[in-house]
């Protein structure tokens, strides 16, 4: 079982950087692990922000390309995401998850993902 704390939210003003990160309880280093940000706002259903494997690459959703950077750190069991130029419309609910190996067109789909933190708001305004 892994367990995942996801801290870093908070209130930022539109146009502000807000870097989340997440602590992994057990295996970082799977060779198998995919690693995703994902968010929810209040009414809408949850979606993919970024997602990383362990060989490092890594995918975005089309509404954060360019100002979100998803990254982890081995020594630390720790998963991050820089967040850059932050828009009202990125407020949300911030969730980090673990998959094992899914299919490349999945990647950032919700229900590959099996296990989950307790999420991490932030609002931008």
């Known amino acids: 079982h892994v367990q995942l704390v996801e801290s870093g939210g908070g209130s930022v003003q539109i146009g502000g950087s807000l870097t989340l990160a997440c602590a992994a309880s057990?295996?970082?280093?799977?060779?198998?692990?995919?690693w995703g940000w994902f968010r929810q706002a209040p009414g809408k259903e949850r979606e993919g922000v970024a997602c990383?494997?362990?060989?490092?690459?890594?995918t975005y959703a089309d509404s954060v390309q360019g100002r979100f950077t998803i990254s982890k750190d081995h020594a630390k069991n720790t998963l991050y995401l820089q967040m850059n130029m932050l828009k009202p419309e990125d407020t949300a609910m911030y969730y980090c998850?673990?998959?094992?190996?899914?299919?490349?067109?999945?990647?950032?789909?919700?229900?590959?993902?099996?296990?989950w933190g307790q999420g991490t708001q932030v609002t931008v305004s």
């Open positions: 057990r295996g970082f280093d799977d060779a198998d692990a995919e």
């Open positions: 990383i494997d362990d060989d490092g690459l890594t």
């Open positions: 998850a673990r998959a094992t190996r899914p299919r490349p067109e999945r990647r950032l789909r919700p229900e590959v993902y099996n296990y």
